[in-house]
């Protein structure tokens, strides 16, 4: 039986209406649960770590995630993703990010993303070019369009002024010229959904429970034609994350809900933190995402 490759794997996904959630690794020990989750829901996920993760919690570096990987991984149910590696960083710091990510090519990486979303319209596509030419075919380039908060120094003004301001909305009317002039695989989109916070205060509050613009969804699934991607995954209730699935989405990243119990339970020892990862993600697969039995789809 042959190994589909992620772009395959995500391309399906978008076309039979499922999602595939990818998981972001900010400390090592996470991982092995979050792998035996997929396996023992027969789910198929994408295990992830940004940039920020080596500098602002504990994932150390690309090449300790790939190890740690390598030791933990099933190919039948998972695949390496770099996520977020932003030109300029949630600090305002442009960032060296071709290097980076070429870093993580060269490290086996099945899929990376460039995050050019703080920048103009024109540079961002011209950013994503880049990293889509350094790519060369090989891997699929996720890229972002619009601005999904979060990771931003200080305090967020409230959720629902965030929500009716659509402030760092996608716009639909950029979208088709993005995806067209920049090449990208996948696009995040900003539709209602923010990260977690990162920040030392911030980082064990609980999130708001964001909702997702399905109309506006719509319009970008339209004008994209490629697979969408949801950042911010924690806390978005079931019934829109449903709808997004039906409605362009193809991945959607959960970080805040497995890093805060593992964060809360680190007390009791590794072994317990990791435990609560594992009943975490499992709970995730079969009641938020309703993809238990998913790794059947994705077979070669």
Known sequence: MSRLDTSKIIR?????????????????????????????????????????????????????????????????????HLDHVPVIDEDGQRLDFLSII???????????????????????????????QLAAGTVPVEAELGAVMGHEAGPLPPYEELFRSRKGFTAPEDTARFVKESACSWLSVAVGNIHGAISAAGKQKDKPQARIDINHLKRLKDAANIPLVLHGGTGIPKEYIQKAVTNGIAKINVGTAIRQPYERNLDKGIKAAQDIVYQTTCELLKSELSIVNSSNLFKG
């Open 12 to 80: 399906i996904a978008y076309e039979k209406g499922i999602v595939v959630p990818g998981f972001n690794i900010p400390y090592l020990p996470m991982m092995e649960p979050v792998v035996r989750a997929l396996r023992d829901c027969n789910s198929f996920g994408l295990i992830m770590v940004a940039n920020l993760e080596f500098h602002k919690f504990e994932a150390r570096s690309l090449k300790a995630i790939r190890d740690e990987y390598e030791k933990v991984k099933d190919e039948k149910h998972t695949r390496l």
């Open 102 to 132: 070429g870093e993580a090519l060269q490290l086996g990486y099945e899929s990376v993303m460039v995050d050019g979303s703080r920048l103009g319209l024109d540079e961002n596509i011209a950013m994503t070019s880049k990293v889509v």
